[in-house]
């Protein structure tokens, strides 16, 4: 099987985003859990873009994906992830029909040294920076990878998807994501 990161990928004149602070938490990923909220998190311009376009996924540190790739997942059974509703604001207009993507499951499958990983952190024990994703044959191996789209233990802030998503997301012409091979070594 092959796997891609899943990488932000702007439009001309897009915008990136920023959760509402009272949101902060949603981003946390040492609690790599389903998340419940009561309302829904709102997510705005930032304001130092002048550009205000808005892609098929926004960039708010994580990716932010319209109702119809969303519809597109449910409809494929796509696995490993969860949709949470959120509010985006630009400029006062609400737009009702994002999903935070919440990536909860993780494997054990980052080769540290080929992918030149640094910045280990002891609280979220995992690593800050990576220069390629490249993943270990053997632990691959050791592995049994149920989830269409999923975290990497060592370097958590990235997502990583499989073949079948990434057809989707081609063949639908997902604008706002880009889908880079992973190295198996």
Request: charged content about 25%.
């Amino acid at each position: 099987m092959k796997f891609y990161q899943l990488k932000s990928d702007f439009i001309r004149g897009e915008a990136s985003f920023a959760f509402d602070s009272k949101y902060k938490n949603i981003l946390d990923k040492s609690d790599l859990s389903i998340k419940l909220y009561f309302d829904k998190p709102l997510i705005k311009v930032r304001e130092v873009y002048r550009q205000r376009n808005m892609s098929d996924v926004l960039k708010a540190i994580d990716l932010i994906p319209h109702q119809r790739l969303v519809n597109t997942f449910i409809d494929n059974f796509i696995s490993g992830v969860q949709f949470i509703p959120v509010v985006v604001d630009v400029d006062g207009k609400l737009h009702h029909n994002y999903f935070y993507m919440n990536v909860f499951p993780t494997y054990s499958l980052l080769d540290v040294v080929k992918s030149q990983a640094s910045s280990y952190s002891d609280y979220f024990e995992t690593y800050g920076f990576i220069m390629d994703m490249v993943f270990d044959a053997n632990k691959i191996n050791k592995v049994d990878i149920k989830h269409d789209v999923f975290r990497v233990k060592e370097f958590s802030s990235s997502i990583v998807i499989n073949e079948k998503v990434k057809r989707i997301i081609g063949d639908n012409n997902i604008t706002g994501v880009v889908a880079s091979p992973v190295e198996i070594v």
